[in-house]
């Protein structure tokens, strides 16, 4: 029988390995590197994410040698039996990176059974650091955070992640994001999922929608959300599921109804 590991222990190994990793990426922040395209123009990958991703499966794997992981850059690790799953994105945000926009995140998530238990999700030139523990709140550098009470789409921010292949198709993302920025509220796109879903938890926006996301994207924002006392689907309001890939809707709560009525397609 495996006994399991206190939230706290998994919270401090993400931290660890989260401050680690910023030390690299803020080391790498300005400098000249070559800037590799994935499939799709604005889908890039440097040496810093895959040099953050080693850093951040090392530190780790140091704690805890047995447990399984799922990263951005090198996918799931071999069959692992242990119910403990480490979900990671090195860096979100890319994009924002290579072009010396400060706005990107590392983003760790300890999963215990499938369930995310503890997350991290930390802003190196920022010097912000959120976390967030399973029934014990979320927190940004310490302090308690909580969503917003705002309860209608005129007073409020919203970010919105837009899809890449918006140029290739016509899209059902520009008709919702249409209906929606006519009811007067603000929309923002920050570039970065796991930062739109801290600074959801932080209260600095009311919600967050994006057609796709891969579970790296959201796994720690998701648990920092509901800590702050914020909700998690799709866009049909039904309960979201991190470990497929999946359009998610994140709000304080308040107005998610009007949201999942804006987003129906
Ligand atoms: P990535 O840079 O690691 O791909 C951009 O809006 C944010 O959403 C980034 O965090 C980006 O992560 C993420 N994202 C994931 N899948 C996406 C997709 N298919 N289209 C646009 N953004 C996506
Ligand atoms: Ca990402």
Excluded at 22 to 49: M, Q, R, W
Excluded at 121 to 144: C, D, H, Q, S, V
Excluded at 175 to 180: C, D, K, L, M, N
Aim: aromatic letters at 8%.
């Amino acid at each position: 029988m495996t006994h399991s590991i206190d939230t706290g222990d998994l919270l401090l190994a993400a931290i660890q390995a989260a401050m680690q990793a910023g030390n690299l990426l803020k080391s790498g922040y300005g400098s000249a590197f070559e800037i590799c395209c994935k499939p799709g123009p604005h889908n890039l990958v440097t040496v810093y994410d895959s040099s953050a991703e080693s850093i951040i499966i090392n530190t780790i794997k140091q704690r805890f040698p047995t447990h399984a992981f799922l990263a951005e850059e090198s996918g799931s690790s071999a069959k692992s039996a242990s119910p403990y799953l480490w979900v990671i994105d090195p860096l979100d945000g890319t994009l924002n990176f290579a072009n010396n926009i400060p706005l990107f995140a590392i983003s760790i998530a300890a999963a215990h059974k499938k369930e995310i238990v503890a997350g991290v999700i930390y802003l190196p030139i920022m010097n912000e650091l959120f976390t967030a523990e399973k029934g014990k709140g979320a927190y940004l550098n310490g302090k308690r955070l909580s969503v917003t009470t705002v309860d209608n789409l005129e007073h409020a921010v919203l970010c919105t992640g837009m899809p890449s292949d918006i140029h290739q198709h016509t899209n059902p993302y520009l008709a919702s994001f249409a209906r929606i920025a006519k009811e007067g509220c603000a929309i923002r796109d920050f570039g970065s999922a796991a930062l739109n879903l801290a600074y959801l938890a932080a209260g600095r926006v009311s919600a967050y929608w994006i057609d796709s996301l891969q579970p790296w994207d959201m796994a720690a924002g998701k648990l920092l959300v509901e800590e702050a006392g914020g909700m998690v689907t799709h866009y049909d309001g039904k309960p979201h599921d991190v470990f497929s890939e999946s359009n998610l809707l994140a709000s304080n709560g308040r107005i998610h109804k009007t949201m999942v009525k804006e987003l129906k397609r």
